[in-house]
């Protein structure tokens, strides 16, 4: 079955900036999402395709893929950024879906 | 506004069966796909299965393909998850989820979850 892999952990400083990566072999053709899930909370979409950014979502959160990797990135990352991080897209055939393994942001 | 409200779970044995319901409001429930999603304590997001807004398809994860089925009420505007043959790799918070409308497939609403615990 399809996977998606993260690391399992990153760690900043305040006001650096974080990078999260996510791989996958249908990634160059498949659309990346990224959700962010604080603990004891449903988890909240902050990119979906690969870049774009909803309503709300502040702007030091951006996306970005190249081949086989998408990466979420936090410019500035603030302590209130601190939590779980998935990547979330579908298999090639566009018909199972699978998040990645998750990541977990600390900001210290 | 859209809500999503989970409910059914509950403590059950291996080997057992549960069904698990999720009431959709604040949207047209039939022009959208649904899912569940799961997450065992401490774990990561794991995709269990999407259901057509029409109900024409459904897919599953290979984890539980052969013992779930998901099911949707068009009329009565809630989706369900039949569990059969649980197992203790089961146990998890069980999220129902929205897909956007918009034609990209990444889910836009959650509910709060219903925990599933299987335990002898």
């Known amino acids: 079955s399809y996977e998606l892999t993260q690391p399992p952990s990153v760690s900043v400083s305040p006001g650096q900036t974080a990078r999260i990566t996510c791989s996958g072999d249908?990634?160059?053709?498949?659309?990346a999402y990224w959700y962010q899930q604080k603990s004891g909370q449903a988890p909240v979409l902050v990119i979906y395709?690969?870049?774009k950014r909803p309503s709300g979502i502040p702007e030091r959160l951006s996306g970005s893929s190249s081949g086989t990797m998408a990466t979420l990135s936090i410019s500035g990352a603030q302590v209130e950024d601190e939590a779980d991080y998935y990547c979330?897209?579908?298999?090639?055939?566009?018909?199972?879906?699978?998040f990645g393994g998750g990541t977990k942001l600390t900001v210290l | 506004q859209v809500q999503l409200v989970e409910s059914g779970g509950g403590v059950v044995q291996p080997g057992r069966s549960l069904r698990l319901s999720c009431a959709a409001s604040?949207?047209?429930?039939?022009?959208?796909?649904m899912h569940w999603v799961r997450q065992a304590p401490g774990k990561g997001l794991e995709w269990v299965t999407v259901?057509?807004?029409?109900?024409?398809?459904?897919y599953y994860a290979d984890s539980v393909k052969g013992r779930f089925t998901i099911s949707r009420d068009n009329s009565k505007n809630t989706l369900f998850l039949q569990m059969n043959s649980l197992r203790a790799e089961d146990t998890a918070v069980y999220y129902c989820?929205?897909?956007?409308?918009?034609?990209?497939?990444?889910?836009?609403?959650w509910g709060q979850g219903t925990l599933v615990t299987v335990s002898s």
């Open positions: 989820a929205r897909e956007s409308d918009s034609g990209s497939p990444y889910l836009d609403y």
């Open positions: 604040g949207f047209t429930f039939s022009n959208n796909g």
């Open positions: 259901i057509w807004y029409d109900g024409s398809k459904r």
């Open positions: 249908a990634l160059p053709k498949k659309y």
């Open positions: 395709e690969d870049s």
């Open positions: 979330y897209s579908t298999d090639s055939s566009g018909n199972h879906r699978v």
